[in-house]
């Protein structure tokens, strides 16, 4: 990776699991601080933001299993090695091997529905909880309409049995990521072109559109088992969570992102921003002017 993007920042790679090592970057001090990426992206979603919040947190970037220069292995018959709760536990893995016991989480996309596992699972470990762009797996799928399927098509295209998918993936990963970026609301515009070639050179790696679908086929189906679990037996999140979303993004359109948050946490807050779902990177300043306040423990109106 362009190592500009990321000036002063160390990059390691850990291993977490008997099947899997993830790479992070890791820069800045103070309290640590994990920040989680999303679909079809790396940890370099962050390089607008990681500046400034490297002058009041030690942040811990990492590439989730199956995307990035992180380990993709070949999923299982439930896809249980590609569910949330196993890449929760990745990633509470590598904050103690870095000896983070404690931490806060900012996490987008796909990293905020790993994130949400996180926080359930473990939530001596998470002190405070930012969620970009989503409602809950369960909520997006019980309430899916016409309206949501054809915008977010990628999530039933993905789910389809291999090797489908993954031969159309890897046959243009470019394009792919052009597809599925471009078609959102700002277009490509908002992407820094070093930060997309890295995109497009991560897509690529053996693997990777194997590690991606498997993924969306464990949210399709162990993670609802999860999350139906947990509502059965009324489990919340114990920390304070802030939710934000784009306000011309799909998830605002199509769903009440906070009221669904609310059925799940006690302490939390949230409002959408006038952009639309990549929001590190479409409107940097205004994520830090809400997220700052709330993870350093400030009221947030």
Same mark, same amino acid.
């Given at each position: 990776m362009d190592e500009d993007l990321f000036p002063g920042f160390s990059t390691s790679r850990i291993a977490v699991a008997a099947d899997a090592a993830l790479h992070v970057r890791t820069g800045g001090e103070g309290p640590p601080l994990l920040l989680v990426h999303g679909h079809p992206q790396t940890h370099a979603i962050w390089h607008k933001v990681a500046p400034r919040l490297a002058r009041h947190f030690t942040l811990v970037l990492a590439d989730l299993r199956g995307y990035g220069d992180s380990s993709k292995p070949q999923g299982d018959a439930d896809h249980a090695n590609y569910s949330k709760r196993t890449m929760a536990q990745d990633l509470l893995t590598l904050m103690q091997t870095l000896g983070h016991r404690k931490f806060s989480v900012l996490a987008h996309d796909r990293g905020a529905r790993v994130a949400h596992r996180l926080? %359930?699972? #473990?939530?001596? /470990?998470? =002190?405070? @909880?930012? @969620? @970009?762009?989503?409602? !809950?797996? *369960? /909520?997006? +799928?019980?309430?899916?309409?016409?309206?949501?399927?054809?915008? +977010?098509? #990628?999530?039933?295209?993905?789910?389809? !049995?291999?090797? *489908? !998918?993954? =031969?159309?993936? &890897? /046959?243009?990963? &470019? &394009? +792919?990521?052009?597809?599925? %970026?471009?078609?959102r609301s700002a277009g490509l515009a908002p992407f820094d072109a070093r930060a997309l070639a890295e995109y497009m050179r991560c897509l690529a790696l053996p693997g990777a559109a194997h590690g991606i679908c498997e993924d969306y086929r464990a949210s399709a189906g162990?993670? @609802?088992? #999860?999350?139906?679990?947990? =509502? &059965?037996?009324?489990?919340?999140? *114990? %920390?304070?969570? *802030?939710a934000l979303w784009g306000e011309q993004g799909v998830v605002h359109r199509c769903f009440e992102p906070l009221e669904e948050w609310q059925k799940l946490a006690d302490d939390v807050r949230g409002r959408p921003l006038p952009c639309g779902h990549y929001i590190a990177e479409e409107a940097p300043a205004l994520l830090l002017e809400q997220v700052l306040p709330f993870l350093q423990g400030e009221s947030q109106a």
């Open positions: 926080a %359930m699972d #473990h939530p001596d /470990a998470v =002190r405070r @909880l930012v @969620l @970009l762009d989503v409602a !809950p797996t *369960l /909520a997006m +799928y019980e309430q899916t309409s016409q309206d949501f399927a054809t915008a +977010y098509w #990628h999530w039933f295209f993905l789910i389809q !049995p291999q090797p *489908l !998918p993954e =031969r159309l993936i &890897a /046959a243009d990963p &470019a &394009a +792919y990521v052009r597809d599925v %970026m471009g078609r162990i993670d @609802l088992q #999860h999350e139906r679990e947990d =509502r &059965a037996a009324g489990r919340k999140l *114990l %920390m304070p969570v *802030l």
